[in-house]
């Protein structure tokens, strides 16, 4: 079975703060990687994605992949009180008609 | 771009009627679209996968019957919850993905709220 794993969190971090988000992929079979963020009460909107080794950056946000280990990070600098919200980690096989696998989310708090 | 409406956003019912919801992709085509439920405070959880112009897959435990899904067009599928019941008054969103790079990216609805009486 195929699993992505989070820490549930909630992940408090000081305004201004770097936060540091985790996951983890059973399917070594797994080559794209999503994050999306999900305000309470509201859908998913997408973040980010990365397919290759190494770091990716937008913006205040940086997707970390190392397929080796199987794991994926997302970074958040100068974090915001409007970045309180669940992430959500995805996992996909890069073929069309794939279905993505969803972590639980980790929740972020911001603190002013 | 890529955006992905849903409608209703919200509905309230009585329980054993049907309710109908629709997800479409406004500004591509999506040759794919995934239906999710949430229940509070929990992960998204998949339900079916539609394709255009062929039966949806549905995930284990999800009763087809019950959830009938319609990928009538490229840009248009439909959920419909037959015979609701309070136990189905739950998030339910839709995501839809098209064709280019990037193409296993699933753009999100808004999201239905559905209440069952």
């Known amino acids: 079975q195929k699993e992505v794993e989070q820490n549930s969190g909630p992940l408090s971090v000081p305004e201004g703060a770097i936060a540091s988000l985790n996951c983890t992929y059973s399917?070594?079979?797994?080559?794209?990687f999503f994050w999306y963020r999900q305000y309470s009460g509201k859908s998913p909107e997408l973040i980010m994605f990365?397919?290759?080794?190494g770091d990716k950056e937008d913006g205040r946000f940086t997707a970390q992949l190392n397929k080796a280990s199987q794991y994926v990070s997302l970074l958040i600098r100068d974090s915001q009180p409007s970045d309180s919200a669940t992430y959500l980690c995805a996992c996909g096989q890069g073929a069309a008609g794939n279905k993505l696998t969803f972590g639980g989310g980790t929740r972020v708090l911001v603190k002013p | 771009g890529a955006v992905v409406s849903q409608h209703p956003s919200r509905v309230i019912c009585k329980s054993g009627t049907s309710v109908k919801i629709e997800c479409r992709s406004l500004?591509?085509?999506?040759?794919?679209m995934f239906w999710y439920r949430q229940f509070p405070k929990q992960s998204l959880m998949l339900m079916a996968t539609s394709n255009e112009g062929s039966k949806a897959t549905y995930e284990q435990g999800v009763e087809k019957d019950k959830f009938l899904i319609n990928h009538a067009s490229l840009t248009l599928s439909t959920l419909t919850v037959t015979s609701a019941h309070p136990e189905d008054s739950s998030f339910y969103i839709c995501?839809?993905?098209?064709?280019?790079?990037?193409?296993?990216?699933?753009?999100f609805g808004p999201g239905t709220r559905l209440l069952v009486l």
């Open positions: 399917d070594r079979g797994s080559q794209s």
């Open positions: 990365i397919y290759s080794n």
């Open positions: 995501s839809a993905r098209g064709g280019g790079q990037g193409q296993e990216t699933q753009y």
């Open positions: 500004d591509f085509q999506a040759t794919t």
